[in-house]
């Protein structure tokens, strides 16, 4: 990718200021190396310290690991908890009244819920779902707007020990379907819409849409009433969230779950074009989310956090449901889009808040820094003392920008690598002790054994970079696919490198200091956006087309997206010209956003009579990469088996 060049190149370093590292949870160096030494002397015991410290037990476990069914790990497997119980109850006695949750909708109102209302609210609805017969281990889809309303009925069905599967709300029919079929969820709970940048989301008709089409299981929707809009009904199957919570007892009794329960589903894209649907236990990753939440973003009783994520991706689960409730931190949820109604929304948010951590993704700073610096510069934003990014590489550039315009040299950021599969934060700089490299996500967390190396598993160093691995099983990485005990095993342990290793699917470098520096996937995933989506989801969307009788989708370097969605495609028709051409074009990309959702729109479609194949008849997928990025072909097209078809491909429709 174009920014690539510059990472190689990049050599300058920041610390942390004496402030900033005195104050911090983490900020002296003899501490961490104690944390260290410990994770490496005892691992596991390491693991079962923390375990006993941050989370509260229903019941004390015994045992703390269990590999004997390996890659299948169990952690703290004879222990009961509930995940709900330790993000809200046990908070009551001396944060009753401090805020959990500030909301801030599309059109600036302002809503605020402290723990003790919080509680109430989950407890409410938790009950209301057990009336609706949902209980331990049924499965529950919600496909909720960005409100208060979604958080609740994460927490809801993990009191209940119902396991949710939120899927994101740009997501079609179709997409929410396969996601309700493939987990067999009982229940659907959404909003009869969603207000986005002024923009009604009718939410309800899309589930509506995708139960016509199949989803046998569900029995019931309940739907929250968000807007003041008409919402078809099916009397029998729908039911109105504040219908079934007005009468509700005020206490909802904890399900006590055992540690390797499952607490959620999340989907996510792979290199089929199934996605995948990837199983959290409840402790494991509830630790994860904890401990990463207050010693990466350095959680101070008194500050207010705000995560840009929605809890349609993992981010808005461990960095908005879990980890700042379980800690019992302030946090900002916002309904809306950035840039809505200026691109000095953002910036207002935080001065309105007096936000103290940030936490956003590069894609969304990539596209404020075009608009200049006298945006952010209008407003107070010294209440800032951390800046977070995650979900794709940060450019240098990028990185520079949030560091001198909007942290004014003065916060530190952690750049986080981790995935939906890892649940819980692996590398990033801890804010109070690590130097930090622009474009860098610097260091391994302590007792997170990541690597990088060769494809026999040896470790290897130098720029050209290899495998990224985590070399011991740690409590917050997933524990299988959903359905799909085989596929966990074969995508994330395989066997060339010896079935021990968590191979994560990104390619990274080590530098002389043991930074890591992420290269990209290494798999047929695209990011863009930070959304992760498998080049084959969009290629079955395509030939799902009565008109597309072939398809191949790459990604190409978009500046602000990281990555943009570049589809070739061969027609069962006649190869199309001019108008015709272009109408095609924007009929295809429309069909991609209605198979799967905006997000995987394509940016550019190309029309040829055949796409680039070797002799046994592989797509050269490297050589349309370069085509998508229109460089001149340098490389060797001699096993094609059709070099003709170049040209056609290299022809853009504009
Ligand atoms: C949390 C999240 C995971 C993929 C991951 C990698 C990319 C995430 C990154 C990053 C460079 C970072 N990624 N954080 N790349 N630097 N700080 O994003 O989960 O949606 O599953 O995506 O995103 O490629 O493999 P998920």
């Given at each position: 990718m174009q920014h690539f060049d510059s990472v190689l190149k990049e050599n300058r370093i920041f610390k942390p200021s004496d402030d900033f590292r005195q104050a911090a949870n983490i900020g002296q160096l003899e501490d961490y190396q104690n944390l260290w030494e410990f994770a490496d002397k005892d691992y596991l015991q390491y693991w079962a310290d923390l375990a006993r410290d941050l989370i509260s037990w229903k019941k004390p476990f015994m045992t703390i690991f269990d590999d004997s069914n390996a890659p299948f790990y169990k952690w703290f497997p004879d222990g009961k908890l509930n995940v709900s119980y330790n993000c809200l109850d046990r908070h009551l006695p001396d944060k009753g009244n401090k805020t959990a949750l500030i909301f801030e909708s599309d059109f600036g109102q302002v809503s605020s819920f402290s723990y003790a209302q919080l509680h109430n609210r989950v407890c409410r609805f938790g009950n209301a779902l057990r009336e609706l017969g949902i209980g331990k281990g049924d499965r529950v889809v919600i496909y909720m707007p960005m409100l208060v309303e979604a958080v609740i009925a994460m927490q809801a069905c993990a009191r209940i020990g119902a396991v949710h599967s939120v899927v994101f709300g740009g997501f079609s029919a179709g997409a929410l379907r396969d996601r309700i079929e493939d987990a067999g969820a009982k229940l659907v709970i959404t909003a009869n819409g969603g207000l986005r940048g002024g923009k009604i989301i009718p939410l309800k008709e899309t589930v509506d849409e995708a139960l016509d089409m199949g989803c046998p299981t569900v029995e019931n929707v309940v739907v929250y009433y968000r807007l003041n809009i008409d919402t078809a009904w099916r009397n029998g199957r729908d039911l109105w969230w504040h219908e079934l919570s007005k009468h509700q007892p005020e206490f909802c009794e904890p399900e006590w779950m055992n540690s390797e329960d499952p607490l959620f589903i999340l989907y996510t894209s792979g290199s089929t074009g199934k996605p995948k649907g990837i199983v959290h236990s409840s402790a494991g990753y509830l630790l994860g989310a904890i401990n990463t939440f207050r010693n990466v973003f350095d959680n101070k009783p008194n500050d207010v956090y705000w995560c840009t994520a929605d809890v349609g991706w993992i981010t808005g689960h461990s960095y908005v449901c879990y980890g700042p409730l379980a800690n019992g931190a302030t946090q900002v949820i916002y309904e809306g889009v950035p840039?809505?109604?200026?691109?000095?929304?953002?910036?207002?948010?935080?001065?309105?808040?007096?936000?103290?951590?940030?936490?956003?993704?590069?894609?969304?700073?990539?596209?404020?820094?075009?608009?200049?610096?006298?945006?952010?510069?209008?407003?107070?934003?010294?209440?800032?003392?951390?800046?977070?990014?995650?979900?794709?590489?940060?450019?240098?550039?990028?990185?520079?920008?949030?560091?001198?315009?909007?942290?004014?040299?003065?916060?530190?950021?952690?750049?986080?690598?981790?995935?939906?599969?890892?649940?819980?934060?692996?590398?990033?700089?801890?804010?109070?002790?690590?130097?930090?490299?622009?474009?860098?996500?610097?260091l391994p967390l302590p007792g997170i054994m990541a690597d990088v190396v060769d494809e026999t598993g040896q470790r290897i160093s130098g720029q050209s970079g290899g495998l990224l691995v985590i070399k011991r099983p740690f409590p917050s990485m997933l524990r299988t696919i959903w359905n799909d005990d085989k596929r966990y095993q074969a995508t994330y342990f395989p066997a060339e490198l010896g079935g021990k290793y968590y191979v994560a699917g990104d390619s990274a470098h080590r530098d002389e200091d043991g930074y890591f520096w992420i290269l990209g996937r290494t798999d047929d995933v695209l990011n863009v956006s930070g959304h992760r989506l498998g080049t084959m989801e969009i290629e079955s969307a395509l030939v799902a087309n009565p008109q597309v009788a072939e398809a191949a989708v790459v990604g190409r370097p978009d500046e602000i997206k990281g990555e943009a969605v570049v589809a070739f495609v061969v027609l069962n028709t006649a190869l199309p010209e001019g108008q015709e051409a272009r109408d095609l074009a924007e009929q295809l990309k429309q069909w991609v956003s209605k198979e799967i959702g905006k997000i995987a729109r394509p940016e550019d479609i190309r029309f040829a009579e055949n796409l680039p194949k070797t002799r046994s008849g592989k797509i050269m997928r490297r050589l349309l990469r370069s085509i998508a990025k229109n460089e001149v072909i340098t490389q060797d097209v001699s096993t094609l088996e059709n070099p003709q078809i170049i040209g056609q491909l290299q022809r853009q429709v504009l």
């Open positions: 840039s809505y109604p200026d691109p000095g929304r953002i910036w207002r948010i935080i001065q309105r808040h007096k936000i103290n951590v940030f936490y956003t993704s590069p894609t969304l700073i990539r596209s404020l820094t075009r608009v200049g610096d006298w945006i952010p510069n209008k407003y107070d934003l010294s209440s800032l003392r951390l800046l977070g990014s995650v979900g794709e590489p940060i450019n240098p550039s990028a990185w520079m920008w949030l560091y001198e315009v909007i942290g004014k040299e003065r916060c530190p950021i952690v750049d986080t690598w981790w995935q939906t599969e890892t649940g819980s934060i692996m590398l990033s700089p801890l804010p109070g002790i690590n130097s930090m490299k622009p474009g860098s996500c610097a």
